[in-house]
């Protein structure tokens, strides 16, 4: 059974970093594509950033890049998410999914995209 936990959230003040995990059971992550979403109260669900099954691309939303870096160690089974230089807007719970995909190569942002999901980790970045 496909099984996903996110950890690593909390409370932040701005300007201050978190690493949010993501750990897979029951299957191999090695043939899924991982992709971080967030979700803040009353709005949708969206695409933070994702990574290709070999790690060898990796994607972010405009409101992530240069502050968030996603990884993979597969012989984990972990995927992270490096977040610096946090601010208020940040503030969400964040959620990791897992597409099985054959190519090694392609990541996706759309909620769409994904059928597994994770229980979501809250991050409130507030002074």
């Known amino acids: 059974q496909v099984h996903l936990v996110e950890s690593g959230g909390g409370l932040v003040q701005p300007g201050g970093s978190l690493r949010l995990s993501c750990a897979a059971s029951?299957?191999?992550?090695?043939?899924?594509?991982i992709g971080w979403f967030r979700q803040a109260p009353g709005k949708e669900r969206e695409g933070v950033s994702c990574?290709?099954?070999?790690?060898?691309?990796?994607d972010y939303a405009d409101s992530a890049k240069g502050r968030f870096t996603i990884s993979r160690d597969n012989a984990e089974n972990t995927v992270y998410l490096q977040m610096n230089s946090l601010k208020p807007e940040d503030t969400a719970v964040y959620y990791c999914?897992?597409?099985?995909?054959?190519?090694?190569?392609?990541?996706?942002?759309?909620?769409?995209?994904?059928?597994?999901w994770g229980q979501g980790t809250q991050v409130t970045v507030s002074s």
């Open positions: 999914a897992a597409r099985e995909t054959p190519s090694s190569g392609s990541c996706y942002r759309q909620v769409e995209s994904y059928g597994y």
């Open positions: 029951g299957f191999t992550l090695d043939h899924y594509a």
């Open positions: 990574i290709s099954r070999s790690g060898g691309r990796t």
